[in-house]
T-cell receptor, first 112, second 115 residues
């Protein structure tokens, strides 16, 4: 089934370590997004990319970086993880910015 | 700037009863509005969306929502709740004031369905 694949599904990470969450979509969507979900806060945008080669900052970008070398992949990197980055991370995509956004299954990250 | 408020973080209904989940939005431009559902340990699935066509929008699983500009609301309803409807529901507005295309989410409402 076509869609968005995230890896890893879950991870426990020591504080201070570097971590990359992978995201691949096979729908040839132009726009991709990374959200984090925290209890009581809903989903908040970390970074986005409207098209390959471009990225932008969302609401909560500090401590995270992204790259968009091609249409399909949009990895999210935590350079030096901190406990406050414990969250569920969702990668998402849309055909063009403003169209319906489709979500991956999420990556559960615990920083200890 | 756009924002979304979901009234009630937790709603409990009996099986067969009406489901009403409330969402109010704020937007400086005509909004695109969405409802997503999230089942435990899963990603978000689109229920329905409003993009300035018909104000009554029908979605999957018997849900519908009505866009009311005068009330700045987009409440989600279902005439008869099923046990399988138990999940978390998110209302969202598309940020059309910028070119990000991002969604701005409400805090979510957990729907409990009692037998």
């Amino acid at each position: 089934i076509a869609g968005i694949t995230q890896a890893p599904t879950s991870q426990i990470l020591a504080a201070g370590r570097r971590m990359t969450l992978r995201c691949t979509q096979d729908m040839r969507h132009n726009a991709m997004y990374w959200y984090r979900q925290d209890l009581g806060l809903g989903l908040r945008l970390i970074h986005y990319s409207n098209t390959a080669g471009t990225t932008g900052k969302g609401e909560v970008p500090d401590g995270y970086s992204v790259s968009r070398a091609n249409t399909d992949d949009f990895p999210l990197t935590l350079a030096s993880a901190v406990p406050s980055q414990t969250s569920v991370y969702f990668c998402a995509s849309s055909e063009v910015p403003g169209n319906t956004i489709y979500f991956g299954e999420g990556s559960w990250l615990t920083v200890v | 700037a756009q924002s979304v408020t979901q009234l009630g973080s937790h709603v409990s209904v009996s099986e067969g009863a009406l489901v009403l989940l409330r969402c109010n939005y704020s937007s400086s431009v005509p909004p695109y509005l969405f409802w997503y559902v999230q089942y435990p340990n899963q990603g978000l699935q689109l229920l329905l969306k409003y993009t300035s066509a018909a104000t009554l929008v029908k979605g999957i699983n018997g849900f519908e929502a009505e866009f009311k500009k005068s009330e700045t609301s987009f409440h989600l309803t279902k005439p008869s709740a099923h046990m399988s409807d138990a999940a978390e529901y998110f209302c969202a507005v598309s940020d059309r004031s910028s070119n990000t295309g991002k969604l701005i989410f409400g805090q979510g409402t957990t729907l409990q369905v009692k037998p």
